[in-house]
C-alpha cells in the first residue's frame, strides 16, 4: 500500500506543477485557457478534499475509491496539459 501512496503523491506533484505552469501562462494570455482553468480549479478543489483523506487511510480504502481518484487525477493532468498546449 505504501508504492500507492506514493504513486498518488508523484501524479499530485505532476499535477501541481503542470497546474502552476498553467496558471502562469493564463495570467498572461489567453481567455481561452482562463476559461478552461477556471472549470479545472473547481476539479482541483475537489480531488485535494479527497486526496488527503485517502492517502492516509489508503489501506482501509476501498479499490473503487481508489480508482475513481486516479481517474480524476488523470483528467486534471490531461486538462492543465491541453492549456499548456495552447500557449
Known sequence: MEDMKNKFAEMKAEI???RDEVKLKAHL???D???ELEKLE???????V???PLTDEIEQTAD???T?????AEELKKGYERIRKLF
Do not use: M, P, R
Request: proline share 0%.
Open 16 to 18: 501541481e506543477q503542470l
Open 29 to 31: 494570455g489567453k481567455a
Open 33 to 35: 485557457a482562463k476559461d
Open 42 to 48: 473547481k476539479q482541483w478543489d475537489s480531488f485535494l
Open 50 to 52: 479527497n486526496y488527503k
Open 64 to 66: 473503487n475509491t481508489v
Open 68 to 72: 475513481a481518484l486516479g481517474i480524476a
